[in-house]
């Protein structure tokens, strides 16, 4: 099975998980700049400003800001040809609404996307990853308020504009349909709901101003460069009918339903049939989105280029009533992870398959991976055996995904090549990378960087354009 000789092959991170820097050169507070460390099963805080001897781990990260070369050097060793990472929003525009961009930000990236260039590695940028600025949630209450609308395109007219020659694939949010599915999303769109706010009505009504801003990105970005590939990015999560009980099957799909009404808009460019059957299984109409004129049009022009996923388990659904939903992460069928995730790379298959069939769009895997607690051994070597085995077989599901089904696909990028903190729990002890670093949950280390096996191991998956997947 022979993948594209184009196909890009990398990894992906996140600027507030592992940039640090969080007050240099001119860089204004991001709403993960005021969310404290914690432990799996342990919510994380969120405070309004920064706490004086409290440990948020955003503001070192694994300080990419001063060791990109050296990371970009390893990541060239693996054989990347894009990398994928996110442009800090606040670097570039301190307060989100300022009058000008900040040059030392934008001067910053200039240095990054310049090294990865000289490496023959494809910048692969994310414009928002859970780095809205504080001072927007401060201000105008965040994505509830169309100002956020304004303040966005300015700052992708700002960023497509200054790297329009270093940039081709961009993406606009960072899992944009986990708005819906958290109970709370601070991280996609730094909203913490207000006591009696309907947050239903909250969540549609900030999914439609983020719909609006990401068509108005997709048609600045085409003006500036019509050889842009401007996508969205969601999180999948490959769902099956807990048994072939019809109930169970219906479970599946008001399960899938929130997912397919992000993708829906963002792909066809208007609020769907399925959009508002879910609208109204969350007590609201579509008279309750808070069209403006001229949004309707927009929509359709700002249809994206492809669609980025991340994908990492899949869950089962039920129902006993064919109303109420339950869904689990347990699967008799599939072994799970040291957190408690199943491990199931044909559900990637699935994924590809599925969102194929529904837009006929490329499709770029932009997050898959394996999350472990990886041990040195006395001599300092780190066998990752485990990471080696997930990878290579949600590699092989996809390659059948493009060989058997057709599918098409232009990338893979494994989360993580690097050890980040985690977003969930601000952790170090989950690793997914294919180098280690020496931190640990306390913030503590020498932040050096090590090669594990699964370096060795995806240098060579790259120098045969994955063809060979087998542990070394």
Known sequence: ?????????????????????????????????????????????????????????????IDFYHRYREDIELFAE??????????????????????????????????????????????????SHYETPLALVKKYGSWRHRKLIDCFARYCETVFTRYRDKVTYWMTFNEINETMNQAEPYHQTGIRFL??????????????NMFVASALAVEIGHKI??????????????????????????????????????????????????????????GLTIEDVPFEPGDAELLHRGTVDYIAFSYYFSSTAKSDDGKTITVERSNPYLKRNDWDWP???????????ELYDRYQLPLFVVENGLGAIDTPRPDGEIDDDYRIEF???????????????????????????????????????????FIYVDKDDNGEGTLARRRKKSFFWYQRVLATNGEITAPL
């Open 1 to 61: 099975m022979t993948l594209r000789n184009d196909f890009l092959w990398g990894g992906a991170t996140a600027a507030n998980q592992m940039e640090g820097a969080y007050r240099e050169d001119g860089k204004g507070l991001s709403i993960a700049d005021v969310e404290k460390g914690a432990r799996h099963g342990i919510p994380r805080k969120i405070h309004d400003s920064v706490h004086e001897g409290d440990y948020y781990p955003s503001h070192e990260g």
């Open 78 to 127: 693996m054989g990347f040809t894009c990398f994928r990472m996110s442009i800090n929003w606040p670097r570039i525009f301190p307060n989100g609404d300022d009058n000008q961009p900040n040059e030392a930000g934008l001067a910053f990236y200039d240095r990054v996307f310049d090294e990865l260039l000289a490496h023959g590695i494809q910048p692969v940028v994310t414009l």
């Open 195 to 208: 006591p009696d706010e309907d947050h239903n009505l909250v969540k549609v009504i900030a999914s439609h």
């Open 225 to 282: 460069n019509p050889d842009f590939k401007i996508g969205c990015m969601v999180q999948y999560p490959t769902t099956y009918a807990r048994t072939c009980n019809p109930n169970d099957v219906l479970a599946r799909r008001f399960h899938m339903m929130p997912n397919f009404y992000y993708t829906d808009v963002m792909c066809k460019g208007n609020y769907t049939n399925l959009c508002e059957s879910q609208l109204n299984r969350m």
């Open 343 to 353: 491990i199931d790379p044909t559900g990637l298959r699935i994924a590809l398959n």
């Open 391 to 433: 990878l290579g077989s949600h590699i092989d599901a996809l390659k059948e995904a493009v060989d058997l089904d057709h599918v098409d696909v232009i990338g893979y990028t494994c989360w993580g090549p690097i050890d980040i903190i985690s977003v969930g729990t601000g952790e170090m002890r989950k690793r997914y990378g």
